[in-house]
């Protein structure tokens, strides 16, 4: 017997009960899932627009980086292999950011993790991407952020929007000012 496991095909979760020890667990809930996406490098993949190359007996394909996930599972059919991932030259690639805090930087994955990439013009940001990681299943657009920063100016009060849709569970409410802090100051350096 284990913990009942949505992804698993169980009714319930685990990590919802309030006894459950859902410190390290994700806010932002994805099909029920309450589980934490712990990868450092698809936030920034994601940010950065790049493109993944997949091989497969039944042909060839190439996708964004953001589809690659599904449900916290990469998205690749049987016998697929990455072959190659790609960043093409981009004005937000030269525009970008990585910040994550740990509970101790030897080993631990990022209790909270954004990646952030923007593309300014004239002062007034023309597409801007927020990735967060280790608060939801799959690396997790910050869309609210995005949408308040769009054709406006770089301003890193837009990190209220960060928590938008946040459903934290019994022990982990603590990971929302985390994320906003570290939206607000990503976006501080995005502007210098």
Known sequence: PGHECRKKGDEGCAA????????????????GCAAAHTSNLAP??????????????DGNRTMDAELLYDGGDLA???GE????????PSPMG???????????????FAIAAVAAAAHVEGGKVKEIRIVAGGVAPTPYRL???????TGKK????????AAEGAKP??????????????VRRALKELAQ
């Open 16 to 31: 919802e009960s309030p006894l459950a020890q859902n410190k390290y667990h994700g806010i932002f809930a994805s099909g």
């Open 44 to 57: 920034a993949l994601i940010a950065l627009k790049a493109q993944v190359e997949c091989v497969h007996p």
């Open 76 to 78: 690749l059919r049987p």
């Open 81 to 88: 292999l990455i072959r190659a991932v790609k960043l093409a």
């Open 94 to 108: 030269r525009n970008s950011v990585y910040l994550e805090v740990r509970e101790r930087q030897s080993f631990d």
């Open 143 to 149: 869309r609210a952020v995005e949408n308040a920063l």
């Open 154 to 161: 770089l301003d890193p009060n837009a990190a209220e929007f």
């Open 169 to 182: 569970l019994a022990q982990n409410a603590f990971k929302v000012p985390i994320l906003k802090q570290l």
